[in-house]
């Protein structure tokens, strides 16, 4: 593809050789004259200079000298992400059923749809035009899912689920299954019956081994757009808004409200009925105690989860505390040699 044609993809302008030949992407300090890379931060600007790269997408006011040739982009990073879908396209599955899967009784399966080896559907499931089942899932019975999604191979989707259209599905993920939900009776758990529903809305993205477990009564929920990385716990009656982005090993306790746009770090845990509001910044590592609440684009860190400077306040008092133990120690020195001397 040349220069010219992928900044016309991208709706760009571009300067230099328009001409020139390019082969793939790469990163701006490995890059070489056949390929594409990109300004995205104050790091890649000062490998800028002497990368090899045949053409770099830059902001839109970036200083180019005149012997670069450049891809001027609004979001130079989002312009490089399409730009490697045009270079690694998906690659295309055939729609069809393999032999070896099995498809219940009134399913209904849309056009262009794709099952694949040892995949099973449940009684009465829909699935929509496009949608890719791959090899070894397992979709329960009264399934309904959207147009355009993907289920990678091994993911289970358990009865009475909804899963929108455009959402991806990485392997191994559990979609449904029970929440954690026991009472106690005569000294021992018995189990409360999980009974309600997993719904999940447009172009949502769930990593692989992740668990969004049913409601118990009711639904568990995440909006449109939310992507949640590998190895994240969505608990039973969680409610998580539209965009949220969640890192690796995060886990929702039951009840659990996410409102819109909010951010959550890796290996967050938050516990049962906290809510978190809009736009929030919850930091990897921190710890939410039940029923907190984080407020409306707020950052918190730490366990218990506070306020970002308060946390790197104590962070600090912390890191004197040897120095402030010596201090101590010299004072109860010169107090004992005050009393001796009276």
Request: hydrophobic letters at 40%; a neutral charge.
């Amino acid at each position: 593809m040349r220069v010219r044609e992928l900044a016309e993809w991208l709706g760009a302008t571009f300067e230099g050789d328009g001409e020139k030949e390019l082969s793939g992407v790469a990163a701006i300090e490995t890059a070489t004259a056949g390929e594409v890379a990109f300004v995205g931060s104050r790091k890649a600007a000062a490998h800028a200079q002497e990368s090899a790269a045949g053409c770099l997408i830059v902001p839109v006011d970036w200083p180019s000298p005149s012997y670069r040739t450049v891809i001027r982009a609004a979001e130079p990073r989002t312009a490089f992400a399409r730009a490697m879908n045009r270079f690694y396209p998906t690659a295309e599955i055939k729609p069809g059923v393999h032999p070896t899967a099995v498809i219940g009784r009134d399913v209904e399966l849309g056009a262009m749809v794709y099952v694949g080896p040892h995949a099973t559907i449940g009684d009465g499931t829909r699935i929509g035009v496009a949608t890719s089942i791959e090899a070894g899932c397992v979709v329960g019975k009264r399934v309904s899912i959207g147009e355009g999604c993907t289920l990678h191979p091994n993911v289970t989707v358990y009865d009475n689920c909804d899963i929108g259209r455009g959402s991806v599905l990485h392997s191994g993920c559990v979609i449904g299954a029970d929440g954690f939900g026991y009472v106690m009776e005569r000294d021992r758990w018995h189990k409360f019956p999980q009974v309600g529903r997993v719904e999940i809305g447009d172009f949502v993205e769930i990593g692989a081994n992740s668990c969004v477990d049913r409601a118990a009564l009711g639904v568990t929920s995440i909006g449109e757009g939310t992507k949640l990385d590998n190895m994240v716990h969505v608990g039973h009656n969680c409610r998580i808004g539209r965009h949220v982005v969640v890192a690796a090993q995060t886990g929702f306790s039951g009840g659990v409200v996410v409102e819109d746009y909010a951010v959550i770090g890796g290996q967050v845990g938050i516990g049962d009925k906290a809510r978190i509001e809009a736009r929030a910044v919850l930091g990897s590592g921190c710890g939410v105690l039940t029923s907190k609440i984080v407020r409306s684009g707020e950052t918190v860190w730490g366990t218990p989860a506070r306020p970002l400077k308060q946390h790197l306040e104590q962070l600090a008092n912390l890191a004197r505390l040897p120095e402030m133990r010596q201090e101590l120690l010299e004072l109860r020195r010169r107090l004992a040699e005050l009393e001796e001397r009276r």
